[in-house]
């Protein structure tokens, strides 16, 4: 492989870690509440 | 709870200007597609289809969407805020100043001053105005957001600050250019740099002025006109992230098959398929929210504009990521199939909502109920008929004429000469002038709602409009 | 963390923007407009073509034409050769186009005569029945002007004489237009490298044909020659027909191949069928028997 390749694929992977980190931030257990409150609170009387 | 002191005087301004510019839009629209099938409606120098059809488009671009946008998100951004906007005279001066620029625009753009840049194509002093227009208003949402009362930041305002801050980008350098004299400019890039450059913008414009904003308005009206959430704001999230990192790399979709390096149209040919996740992300997200909800489609007319409107987001993105493969767009590239796609973005998607949005803000900003729902509902299925006869009898013309083009004789040579396949398209042209038509009407009916809705004598609370906006 | 600070969000997002941006948008200047895709041959733009460029700009005639030949068969063998990045270097802006309501015309150059040209934008229906195109014979009253065309030279950096810039006096827009018209794709010599030659025996598939085999082909004869040879073949830009000598092999290569210098279009595009039927239209039609 050369040199072009592997940046190729570096910056792919680094892609996807970035998008996979983002899922797991944002799915995660402990955020599943404050991940949701916002939904709930656009509906309160304002 | 203390009552916050929200500006609502500066939406009712926005949502009235919107609206005048978007019948000119529509209206000169109808004017230009009587133009394709009668040249004899053209009347030089002025009125020339080559000269409307940028007021067209830009009328539809920045009158009626970034108008309707103003509109909303100064009113989405105090309420979600629970704060009013920072500043009650930059946005007076906003108002004034979007007024100044759509007339400048309009009326060089008959004057033949152009870049001929596709929805880019007002000159230089004109683009300074926008400018200074999108960072008015840039401050003033910024700055409200950051004096925000609810610490957590809902989606909708996601999607309007990355819109904020993606227009900015796009348009600065795609503005690029060389002065010779007030009225004209030249590119600052070249060729193939230009055209290049051109569609990063012109693709990214959509995704910025024409699918974030709306996004945000959906995602703000749907669970305000049904009074339940949204299925899943983690999903939004997702969504925004993958939506707004992907779009960026897909402009050279315009410009398949041309002498752009092939591996920047590969890359736009690869991400636009990808774009199809986090489109349809949204569309579930819209759909889910439905859940037990679905009689609201029949009771609630806000929720049927809303809802097809996401439905028309859903095809056109399963749609346009059709057109930027290669092999599809070699055969439908050029031909009438492209504007019938886009007018299902703008007419389905962008205006479904818009119309949806303002519906929704009206009985609120004015403290009125709407004057008459049965007219809300006959405007909707006007421009919904209107905009599927538009599209339709488009998509058929353009498989025909791309059909045309490609048909060959044995002997290898082409079968149809370029006006055997042109006049071919006399019929559908008219079709869709038909529907344009139609549409228009759709338009006069909801502004008859609207100035009779404003005109009512009966005074009542925003709060009980609001209690009735839901049932 | 960005969920509740805009300002981080903010910076997040615009790195988010800007990552595609730098690689489909800002990286290709390495490569594009360089010596790599640079075409020998291809000029800047006269003082008189470049206007006419800014005319066409003006009247938004890219609204309906595109400039670029995609390398497809039927784009090649309608338009010609297929466009080259290198072609378009002295192009600010571009004129790629999006929607082809008429013909691309980034091949347009050598085609036809300058007459054609100014019959045309006069009177697009007097040569190309049916269309839709606006008449742009307004264009021929406006003068232009050989100032401010001096300082758009000086813009551009293009190179201009005096004698060049002085020459523009008396002209007009349609003079511009019509320059620009035959610039348009003609700096690499495409038209002599595709120039078709007939091989083997001619046999003409419709000898001693009737009159009423005959009559419908006079429709192939109506779109794609009476502009210029007249509904009759009396003649109008082109020369008159009737009389016409020629053998029918030449008739055939004649209107098979063009005249290059000759202002004749090659109408290999039609098929050898359909030209054989021209060839016996004409040959039929100096018989004397006709309408």
């Known amino acids: 492989m050369d040199l072009a390749s592997l940046i190729y694929l570096g910056v792919t992977f680094g892609l996807f870690v970035i998008f996979a980190l983002i899922v797991i931030r944002t799915y995660s257990k402990k955020r599943k509440d404050t991940g949701e409150i916002a939904k709930f609170r656009m509906l309160d009387d304002d | 709870m203390e009552k916050v002191d929200y500006n609502y005087a500066i939406v009712r301004s926005f949502v009235t200007w919107s609206i005048i510019w978007g019948v000119v839009a529509v209206l000169v629209g109808v004017i230009v597609s009587l133009q394709m099938v009668d040249p004899d409606l053209n ?71 152009t870049t001929s840049k596709e929805y880019h194509e007002m000159e230089w002093p004109i683009d300074v105005m926008i400018v200074i227009l999108w960072v008015a208003f840039a401050i003033n949402i910024i700055m409200t957001i950051l004096k925000r009362k609810d610490e957590q930041m809902y989606i909708s305002l996601w999607y309007m600050m990355a819109s904020l801050v993606g227009v900015a980008i796009l348009f600065l350098v795609n503005s690029a250019a060389e002065p010779v004299s007030l009225f004209k400019s030249y590119s600052a890039y070249a060729g193939t740099n230009d055209a290049n450059v051109h569609w990063w913008f012109g693709h990214n414009a959509v995704a910025m002025a024409l699918t974030a904003p709306p996004l945000a308005m959906f995602y703000y009206f749907l669970p305000k006109s049904t009074g339940v959430p949204i299925y899943s704001h983690r999903l939004s999230i997702v969504a925004f992230w993958s939506l707004i990192f992907m779009y960026l790399w897909t402009g050279a979709h315009h410009l398949l098959w041309t002498p752009v390096p092939d591996w920047i149209q590969t890359l736009a040919m690869g991400f636009s398929v990808m774009l199809i996740a986090p489109s349809w992300g949204s569309v579930f997200n819209g759909y889910l929210s439905m859940n037990g909800q679905w009689h609201q489609m029949r009771e609630n007319y806000l929720v049927k504009f809303l809802i097809l409107g996401i439905t028309f987001y859903g095809l056109q993105t399963l749609q346009g990521p059709m057109q930027a493969v290669r092999t599809f767009s070699a055969f439908i590239h050029y031909t009438d199939w492209v504007p019938a796609h886009i007018h299902m973005g703008t007419m389905g998607w962008v205006s479904m909502i818009a119309f949806g949005s303002i519906y929704y803000l009206t009985p609120r900003i004015y403290g009125k109920q709407l004057y008459s729902i049965p007219l809300a509902n006959l405007h909707f299925w006007l421009i919904l008929i209107g905009q599927l006869i538009w599209s339709i009898s488009l998509w058929v013309a353009g498989v025909l004429q791309a059909g045309m083009w490609n048909a060959m004789n044995p002997d290898g040579s082409l079968t149809y000469t370029f006006m055997e396949t042109m006049v071919e398209m006399y019929p559908y042209w008219w079709a869709r002038a038909i529907g344009g038509v139609i549409y228009f009407i759709g338009v006069l009916v909801f502004i008859y709602n609207l100035v009779k809705t404003v005109g009512k004598g009966d005074e009542e609370s925003s709060e009980q409009a609001l209690a009735e906006g839901r049932a | 963390m960005w969920e509740k600070r805009p300002v981080i969000f903010l910076v997040l997002a615009t790195a988010a923007i800007l990552v595609g941006t730098i690689v489909t948008m800002v990286l290709p200047f390495a490569w594009v407009n360089t010596d790599a895709d640079r075409i020998e041959g291809v000029k800047p733009y006269t003082a008189l073509q470049q206007e006419g460029r800014d005319v066409y700009i003006r009247e938004g005639c890219n609204n309906c034409h595109s400039q670029t030949v995609r390398p497809l068969v039927s784009d090649v063998l309608r338009y010609g050769e297929y466009s080259k990045s290198g072609e378009f270097v ?108 007939i091989v083997g025996d001619l046999v003409n598939p419709y000898p001693n044909v009737d009159h009423a085999t005959m009559e419908p082909w006079e429709e192939i004869y109506a779109a794609n020659c009476a502009a210029c040879h007249g509904e009759h073949l009396e003649g109008v830009i082109g020369p008159e027909l009737v009389g016409e000598a020629y053998d029918e092999e030449t008739l055939f290569t004649l209107i098979y191949t063009g005249i290059q210098d000759g202002g004749m279009p090659s109408f290999a595009s039609l098929g050898t069928d359909k030209v054989w039927k021209l060839v016996n239209f004409i040959k039929y039609y100096n018989q004397g028997e006709n309408h």
């Open chain 3, 90 to 197: 002295y192009d600010r802006p571009f004129l790629w186009g999006s929607k082809r309501t008429g013909p691309d015309l980034a091949r347009l150059g050598g085609k036809y005569p300058d007459e054609w040209h100014y019959k045309h934008m006069e009177s697009p229906r007097s040569m190309v029945p049916k269309t839709n195109m606006p008449d742009y014979g307004w264009l021929a009253d406006n003068q232009l002007d050989p100032h401010m065309i001096q300082r758009k030279m000086e813009v551009l950096d293009f190179p201009f004489t005096a004698d060049e810039i002085k020459g523009l006096n008396g002209k007009n827009e349609m003079d511009a237009m019509v320059a620009y018209m035959q610039k348009l794709g003609s700096d690499i010599p495409w038209r002599q490298a595709t120039e078709t030659t």
């Open chain 2, 43 to 113: 009347f030089p120098p002025y009125l020339t289809f080559g000269r409307l059809r940028p007021i067209h488009t830009n009328a539809g671009i920045y009158g009626w969407g970034v108008g309707s946008i103003f509109a909303t998100f100064l009113f989405i951004v105090q309420r979600l805020c629970k704060v009013p906007l920072w500043s009650n005279g930059l946005a007076k001066f906003q108002l004034w100043f979007f007024n100044a620029t759509i007339i400048a625009s309009a009326v060089t753009l008959l004057l033949g001053y």
